[in-house]
């Protein structure tokens, strides 16, 4: 049972220092899960998107990408199917699917 209390123990400190260094971090950070709901976002991407909380962004990316433009490098509009998060979920989704055909 020690041995138990004390992996908990350190799965604690280690979770809070990662949230520590995850709230310092001057560029913004938000974290999706696979089916593009926002999980988290850091303390500098709240400030970056005049947010004081999570609580206006849990949900669906879609619901998310009214809230913000996308934009490409040059300034051009980028189509909300085309912004990174958007790309990174399909090919998660694309990446699944193929091992799952695999088995």
Avoid at 37 to 50: D, E, F, Q
Avoid at 61 to 88: H, I, K, N, S, T
């Amino acid at each position: 049972m020690t041995a138990a209390v004390f992996n908990l123990s350190t799965f604690r400190e280690r979770d809070s220092y990662l949230e520590a260094v995850f709230n310092t971090l001057s560029q913004g950070v938000m974290i999706f899960d696979r089916d593009g709901s926002v999980k988290t976002i850091n303390r500098a991407a709240l400030k970056i998107h005049g947010l004081e909380t999570i609580d206006g962004l849990r949900g669906e990316l879609d619901e998310c990408g009214r809230l913000f433009e996308w934009l490409y490098a040059d300034g051009r509009a980028m189509p909300r199917e085309q912004c990174p998060v958007a790309r990174a979920l399909k090919l998660a989704h694309a990446l699944q699917l193929s091992s799952s055909f695999a088995a």
